[in-house]
């Protein structure tokens, strides 16, 4: 458990650091999970739940973020643009956090099958 946990956290900081080049943004979650399993799992299995902490530790400060921003343009001032906005974060954060929990976790399923491959 310790070592998916330490897999997802080193899949999240290679996804925030890929994400930053133009051209791999988009696989990005899948290169950082392969990356956090490759690294401190053994088989496939366990890269699963490096994918799935990964996807957990990511959904908590999104959807905090996109709470704040929702709220903050809800209570702007214009009424109907700010629930607009509002409905709009809340869609395109669901979007980016299916993305990366979709391909985070294949990229570390794929990355602890590479690793147990290593090992035979």
């Given at each position: 458990?310790?070592?998916?946990?330490?897999?997802?956290?080193?899949a999240?900081?290679?996804?925030l650091?890929?994400?930053?080049?133009?051209?791999i943004?988009?696989?990005?979650?899948?290169?950082?999970g392969f990356?956090?399993?490759?690294?401190?799992?053994?088989?496939?299995?366990?890269g699963?739940?490096?994918g799935?902490?990964m996807?957990?530790?990511?959904?908590?400060?999104?959807?905090?973020?996109?709470?704040?921003?929702?709220?903050?343009?809800?209570?702007?001032?214009?009424?109907?643009?700010?629930?607009?906005?509002?409905?709009?974060i809340?869609?395109?954060?669901?979007?980016?956090?299916?993305?990366?929990?979709?391909?985070?976790?294949?990229?570390?399923?794929?990355?602890?099958?590479?690793n147990?491959?290593?090992?035979?």
């Open positions: 458990m310790k070592k998916e946990i330490k897999g997802a956290f080193i999240i900081l290679s996804t650091i890929l994400y930053t080049i133009p051209g943004d988009f696989i990005a979650p899948f290169a950082g990356i956090g399993s490759y690294f401190t799992v053994s088989n496939s299995s366990e699963f739940s490096v799935f902490w996807t957990i530790i990511m959904i908590i400060p999104s959807i905090l973020l996109a709470a704040l921003v929702a709220i903050g343009l809800i209570y702007s001032g214009m009424v109907f643009l700010g629930y607009l906005g509002a409905f709009s809340i869609i395109i954060t669901l979007i980016l956090l299916t993305h990366i929990a979709i391909l985070g976790t294949i990229g570390s399923i794929l990355g602890g099958w590479f147990s491959r290593q090992a035979s």
